[in-house]
């Protein structure tokens, strides 16, 4: 379960306090759908970096897993970043000069996985996403959508519980975007991960499970 309770965040941009999360609680079993909504500086992007343990948070708690995210060490955080959770960004951040293979066994090289295994491993998220035959292209070489799936084969090559998909869709047109969401959709199902996403897309945000609206920081409701 993810389980967050009487979160705040705060920034300051000059001499200005922003509070871009307020007081935010809630709950979320294994493997379920959450779909994330609000205007643009409503929150949504902080919560997702709490999450993903980019960021961390002015008061509240957050666990994950079992996870105490505000208790772990650097040490132990990291861990957390290559063994639980996987983050989508909306704009891909592939290294240019990696092939799509090079790229996704990114994690893996980290984690310290031996070169032929990690292969192994990206080479088989990349069929999964349809890119079996596109494995050795460098992102210059791949479309839009091509490049967005290399990035989910990424995000998905440690085999995380929770997935993080911020405005995944956003840089793409609107085919491309139904058969990403097809993708995200289908794998979760196959994987059992958990699914957060980020979205501007009334069509997107109806899908989940769960769907929370954020406004000025403060969560609306909760369906």
């Not at 379920?32 to 902080?46: D, E, H, I, R």
Request: net charge neutral; proline share 4%.
């Amino acid at each position: 379960m993810i389980r967050i309770q009487n979160l705040e965040k705060n920034y300051r941009i000059g001499s200005t306090s922003v509070n871009a999360l307020k007081n935010v609680s809630l709950e979320v079993s294994e493997s379920q759908f959450v779909t994330l909504m609000g205007p643009s500086g409503s929150g949504k992007s902080s919560l997702l970096n709490i999450l993903a343990s980019i960021d961390k948070p002015d008061k509240g708690s957050v666990e994950v897993f079992g996870f105490d995210l505000n208790a772990l060490s650097q040490k132990e955080l990291n861990h957390y970043r290559r063994s639980t959770v996987g983050i989508i960004f909306q704009f891909f951040n592939l290294l240019p000069y990696l092939s799509a293979l090079e790229n996704v066994s990114l994690p893996l090289y980290l984690a310290g996985v031996p070169t032929n295994l990690a292969h192994k491993r990206a080479a088989l998220c990349l069929e999964m996403v349809g890119l079996k035959d596109r494995m050795l292209h460098k992102p210059t070489e791949l479309s839009g959508g091509e490049q967005q799936r290399v990035a989910i084969a990424r995000s998905i090559v440690h085999n995380p519980k929770l997935l993080l998909a911020d405005e995944p869709t956003g840089n793409l047109d609107s085919d491309t975007s139904h058969k990403i969401m097809e993708l995200l959709l289908h794998l979760r199902k196959e994987n059992g991960f958990t699914l957060w996403i980020v979205t501007h897309n009334p069509a997107i945000g109806s899908l989940g499970d769960i769907q929370i609206h954020l406004k000025d920081g403060k969560m609306l409701d909760e369906s």
